[in-house]
C-alpha cells in the first residue's frame, strides 16, 4: 500500500514539473515577439550593430538605463566591496537582458560609474559571447 502511495506521489511530480516547463515555454513564446525589421539607412556600411555602438561609445552624455536605475545607488563603489544581495541585484538585471543588449549595459554601468561585481564579470563576457 505505501508502494502504490508512493508511486502516485512520484508520478503527480512528474505531470507538475512537465505542466510548469510547458507553461514557461509558452509564456517564453509570447515574451519573444516579432520585432519589426528596418532596413538600414542607405550610408551603412553592413556592420550596422557595430556603428551603433561606436557612435554610443564615441558620444558619452548617451546614458542608456535598462529597468536598473536602482544600481545607481552603487556609484563609485570597488567592484570587491559588493555583498552578496548587492551582487544578487547585478546578476538580476545581467540575466534580464537581450543578448545583444548586455554590451550597452556594461556601457552604461561604466558611463554612470558603477563597477560591475569581480564576479560577474566571466558571466558577462560569456553571454556577449553568445550573441
Known amino acids: 500500500m505505501e508502494m ?6 512520484l ?3 512528474f505531470i507538475g514539473v512537465f505542466l510548469l516547463v510547458k507553461a514557461n515555454k509558452k509564456d517564453r513564446k509570447t515574451e519573444n515577439k516579432p520585432q519589426e525589421v528596418v532596413a538600414p ?5 553592413g556592420a550596422h550593430e557595430i556603428c551603433e555602438f561606436d557612435q554610443m561609445k564615441m558620444n558619452e552624455s548617451v546614458i542608456e538605463y535598462y529597468d536598473d536605475e536602482e544600481l545607481d545607488a552603487y556609484k563609485n ?3 570587491d ?3 552578496n544581495n548587492q ?3 547585478f546578476r538580476e538585471v545581467l540575466y534580464t537582458l537581450k543578448t545583444e543588449e548586455v554590451k550597452y549595459w556594461l556601457l ?3 558611463r554612470r560609474h558603477i563597477q560591475l561585481p569581480t564576479i560577474l564579470k566571466s558571466e558577462a563576457r560569456m553571454l556577449m559571447a553568445e550573441a
Do not use: A, M, R, V
Open 4 to 9: 502504490i502511495i508512493g508511486f502516485g506521489f
Open 11 to 13: 508520478l503527480l511530480t
Open 41 to 45: 539607412p542607405s550610408d551603412c556600411c
Open 77 to 79: 563603489i570597488d567592484e
Open 81 to 83: 566591496s559588493y555583498t
Open 87 to 89: 551582487i544578487e541585484q
Open 108 to 110: 552604461s554601468i561604466e
